[in-house]
């Protein structure tokens, strides 16, 4: 028997849920953060504001609204909700809590004190393991290989009739999205080779791959979860094959959507890294310059004329590009 179908209003906006698996996910995420912020702020940190600001909007915000808010009271009553809710959990709210660079936070908090061991998070995240499972090619197939096994398995099917497998699917997307965009936002979490344009590229590249799994769902020719509990109830207003072409649509534009900040970021960090190398080199220079050359335009007009060595070109100064530019004896 067909249900009254859903407003959007309920559907996207004022159904919410105490969920104990999402309470339990938004403490984990916030409570150490905040504690992070509080010592590190005892210990002289200068914390940039905007970082807290945006871990917990975006970051902490869309994930109460995935676990706590309608896409979790609707998951299993409407399938394109269901998959906005996984694009929400894969995409969106690893993005808001790399943004917020906890790693680097806790970094910051050991170089402000006394030192000794280092924290386990920073072992962590600095491990082999995690330098396998982070390398650009390794976790981005990955993050999109899991969306896929959710949505070409039963695995999801099944997450509608299990808290525990819902629970768990819920840790896996976050853990998969967080391995590929964490690194690519904070500092020294990839190789050397991995450079500010490089990191630029594989944001784009990593954006082309994350379209895939929602153009398979909105293109797939039959049910993927033929025993979706919403198929038999009705309650979406749809059909089953027009619910499923909706949750591959939400998968795409949530991808794509979240692709764009993520670009945007990474391609500031490359102008940032630009100005702070044209500094050091600035100061390079400056250090190797005479004492007496910053007061030239002080000496009088008579003075003798300068060596003409001491007005050589700047890239036979600098200690990157002497070695090439130097002229041979």
Request: proline residues 9%; hydrophobic residues 50%.
């Amino acid at each position: 028997m067909s249900s009254e179908p859903l407003s959007a209003t309920s559907l996207l906006l004022t159904d919410w849920t105490a969920s104990p698996t999402g309470l339990a996910l938004l403490v984990l995420a916030g409570v150490p953060y905040a504690v992070g912020v509080l010592r590190g702020r005892r210990a002289g940190v200068a914390w940039p504001w905007w970082r807290p600001a945006v871990y917990v909007l975006a970051g902490m915000g869309s994930l109460a609204y995935a676990v706590c808010g309608p896409l979790a009271v609707h998951r299993t009553d409407v399938f394109w909700v269901a998959c906005l809710q996984i694009g929400v959990l894969a995409s969106v709210t690893p993005v808001g809590l790399a943004l917020g660079d906890p790693v680097g936070l806790v970094r910051a908090r050991v170089l402000a004190g006394p030192g000794g061991r280092r924290p386990l998070v920073l072992r962590l995240v600095e491990g082999r393991v995690a330098r396998v499972l982070t390398f650009p090619a390794v976790s981005s197939l990955l993050a999109v290989g899991t969306l896929l096994l959710v949505m070409l398995t039963p695995w999801f099917e099944h997450t509608t009739r299990s808290p525990g497998a819902a629970a768990l699917l819920y840790v896996v997307l976050l853990l998969t999205g967080l391995l590929f965009v964490l690194p690519l936002l904070t500092e020294d979490l990839l190789p050397p080779w991995a450079t500010p344009p490089v990191r630029t590229f594989l944001a784009f590249v990593d954006g082309l791959l994350d379209a895939v799994p929602g153009i398979v769902v909105m293109t797939s020719s039959t049910l993927l979860a033929p025993g979706f509990p919403g198929f038999a109830t009705g309650v979406s207003g749809l059909t089953p094959a027009m619910d499923q072409k909706y949750g591959g649509g939400a998968l795409l534009a949530v991808a794509e959507s979240i692709g764009i900040p993520v670009i945007a970021a990474v391609f500031v960090e490359w102008v940032r890294s630009d100005e702070r190398e044209a500094r050091e080199i600035d100061e390079q220079l400056d250090g190797a310059r005479a004492p007496g050359d910053t007061d030239r335009a002080a000496v009088r007009h008579d003075a003798p004329e300068p060596d003409a060595r001491s007005d050589r070109p700047w890239w036979e100064d600098d200690p990157r590009l002497a070695a090439r530019f130097r002229p041979r004896e």
